[in-house]
Each structure stands twice: as structure tokens, then as C-alpha cells.
């Protein structure tokens, strides 16, 4: 667990400055990698995820609110994050964070944005792969689009905090080898990277168009290639960045 928080560190006020998209690549490329999901015993490799960060250098408004250390699961209307470390005063309540994010939506036209001195962000899971390690994946071992992720990794808790029953439902991410999860190996176009799903001038005029969401090469996943599930990040999302980047 000390490795997997020493990576999700990495992402703070200082290190984004300029270099966001190379830090959140970094951290991507080893969470799609170099980690997987547990489950009682179900193993899931995050396949596709999303950064969301905002710091003074960096106001993405795009992102929820939150109070947390690294290393935390985030259940939010969105989905699930895995919780980057927060930096915020603690005088200031949760309602009055929020509200003040609000506001500051309101005001993006006049790029009024840096609103806080306060650092917040996560890294939203989008699409799963159930694997069993050393196994081939199909087309029905994944799990597309956050809300059904977030159902898949927390769809029962035991109300009566039993901690027997607790440990076998909570999720946990643990260190794997590659070649535990994918036959063939990796290469430097491992990782790609599209525009966030649904992310619109409306929810961050300066960070919309921003290449964080990270997905593995589909020819490393080739049942997600070939099925037919929706919003496949190589498709619109990859040719709408190209727009923006004027390729």
C-alpha cells in the first residue's frame, strides 16, 4: 500500500504546474499496469480512468469537492474516485467548499476560476476487465461506464460493520505483474489518451478539452475492442481531441 500512495502523491499544487498531463500519465500507466482491484475473490484491471484535479495551478472545475488523503475510495454522482491528497484549510466546512466551487462555475466566462487555496482531485474508474490471472479476457469480462464500475465494486456492505464480511466486500488494489494480466508484452503506445467522457466548457471552460482520461491499447484488450460496448474512448473522444490539437 506504501507504493500505491507514494504513486497517487506524486499528483499535488507543485508537480502540475505545466506538466499535469505527464504526471497523471505517469501515474496511469502504472495503475493499469502495475496494479489491480480485489474484490472477495474477483480481480478487475482498470482498463479506463479519468483525472480530476483542482490546486491553484491547476483549476480544473470540473471536479467534485472533497476532503481526503490519498488513497481513499470517493463515491460521488458520477461514479467512484480513487482520492488524490487533499490540501485544504480545515477551517473551511465541506458546505462552504462546495458552495464556493458552485460560484465559481458560475463566473468562468471572466476566468474568475482560481476561487480557492485548496487542492482536491481523484482519478474516476470508467471501465473494468474481470480477469483471472494468466486468462485471455472475453467480451463479457468488462465493466463500461462509472456508475456500473462503482455497483460492480461496492454493491453490498454488511450494515452490522461485521469485519469478517467486511474485508471479503471491500475493495482493495494490490500490486500484480503485468504478465499476470495481459499475454503480450507491453510497449510505449501501452497507454493512450482521449478527452474526459461528457467534460463540456460548461463544467471547466479551461480544462475541457484536456487529454486526461488514460485507456489501455485496445490491441492489449481485444474483448473490449470487439464487443459492443458503448463510448469507447478510441472512437469520438480520441478524433474530437485531434480536433482541439488540430491534427
Avoid at 460548461?202 to 474483448?223: A, I, L, M, R, S
Wanted: hydrophobic content about 35%; overall charge neutral; proline content about 5%.
Amino acid at each position: 500500500m506504501e507504493q500505491l500512495l507514494n504513486l497517487l502523491e506524486k499528483v499535488n499544487d507543485d508537480s502540475v504546474k505545466g506538466q499535469a498531463f505527464n504526471v497523471f500519465k505517469e501515474i496511469a500507466t502504472k495503475l493499469m499496469s502495475e496494479y489491480a482491484i480485489k474484490k472477495g475473490g474477483d480481480l478487475y484491471q482498470m482498463v479506463e480512468i479519468e483525472f480530476y484535479w483542482y490546486s491553484p495551478n491547476h483549476p480544473d472545475l470540473s471536479v467534485y469537492p472533497r476532503k481526503s488523503a490519498a488513497g481513499n475510495w470517493f463515491l460521488h454522482p458520477s461514479g467512484v474516485d480513487i482520492t488524490l491528497e487533499s490540501c485544504v484549510n480545515e477551517d473551511i466546512s465541506m458546505l462552504q467548499l462546495r458552495k464556493e466551487w458552485e460560484n465559481a462555475k458560475k463566473d468562468q466566462e471572466n476566468q474568475n476560476v482560481v476561487y480557492s487555496k485548496s487542492s482536491y482531485g481523484g482519478i474516476l474508474i470508467r471501465t473494468l476487465r474481470k480477469f483471472k490471472k494468466g486468462d485471455s479476457e472475453g467480451k463479457d469480462s468488462f465493466i463500461v461506464g462509472p456508475w456500473n464500475c462503482s455497483d460492480i465494486l461496492f454493491d453490498y456492505l454488511p450494515c452490522d460493520g461485521n469485519e469478517a464480511e467486511l474485508k471479503k466486500m471491500i475493495p482493495v488494489i494490490e500490486p500484480i505483474k503485468p504478465n499476470e494480466m495481459m499475454k503480450n508484452n507491453l510497449s510505449t503506445d501501452f497507454v493512450k489518451e482521449a478527452l474526459r467522457s461528457g467534460i463540456e466548457k460548461q463544467h471547466t471552460v479551461k480544462y475541457h478539452d484536456k487529454p486526461y482520461c488514460f485507456y489501455v491499447n485496445k490491441e492489449y484488450v481485444k474483448g473490449w475492442a470487439d464487443g459492443s460496448f458503448p463510448n469507447k474512448p478510441w472512437n469520438k473522444r480520441t478524433q474530437d481531441l485531434k480536433l482541439y490539437n488540430n491534427v
